[in-house]
């Protein structure tokens, strides 16, 4: 007859079952109470008439409707536009720029290569609130520093927060500002992953530093460059802060993105119906992002 080795008893299948459910029920209940309820009450707001300043027993049902006034409403899509190009333009700007801080901070062999990244990271843990209240006097048109640089050679200054043209753009920039430095640190975490002997085995071969960027670096970063990339949209589809300290959508609805139009909407105009609507479209979209960075993900791997 032979005897079960072993440590300890045997637990089953039913106690295995029973000590996970009872170890994930605390993060489950925390989850559906702070995520699954509040996106489930929004769903169902988005169906009514509903005014901020009104109980909510006295919503009236529209079914689709919300939906179906935001396909004619001229400024859902005008914001769904703004939207859409201050995330391009943030990805344009933002993964390059990181993989080159990410790479600098990384394989050169310098001093204080450690407090740079300090530095760098320091941007992104001060309140957006008080980063914007300083980027709003940098932007100023008469005595900030950016218009001051600008007549120092003898240029007119644009004028950043107040033309149609320029709006969106200089909030672009304060947010590269703001965020470059997270992202470098998670690039700089997915190089510490690169097995050294990888690169040590390319300067056998004969590779320079672009040789190794190029077939060593840049290939096992794409998992990385892909969560960065995801991130980043993420954070970009979500702005509100600076829209709304610095532009308030504004001027002639150049800076109007999809937060500040459902904050606008809900707060402002009452419309909560409307704006739910407008909410649970951001999320689909944001489902969609990450649906999409996640297939990709999946396939370079």
Known sequence: MRTRRGRGPAVGGSGRGLATTALLSPAMLILGLFVVVPIGLTFWISLHDWSMFTPLSEMTWRGLGNYQDLLGNEGFFTSLRNTLVYVVLVLVITLPLALALGMLL???K???KGLARAVLFSTYVVPTVAIAIVWGALY???YGPFAQMFSLIGLDPPDWLSDPGTALVSLVIFHVWQM?????ILIVAGLTQIPGDLYEAARI????FWRQT???TLPLLRRTTTFVALIAAINAIQVFDPVYILTQGGPAESTTVLSFAIQRAAFQNGLAGQASAMAF???VVLLAV???FLVAMRRRS
């Open 281 to 283: 479209s951001l999320l």
């Open 106 to 108: 990384y394989f050169p």
């Open 140 to 142: 100023a048109p008469d």
């Open 205 to 208: 071969d004969g590779a320079g």
């Open 290 to 292: 990450g649906g999409l």
């Open 180 to 184: 470059i430095g997270y992202y470098t």
């Open 214 to 216: 190029v077939s060593v």
């Open 110 to 112: 310098i001093i204080g």
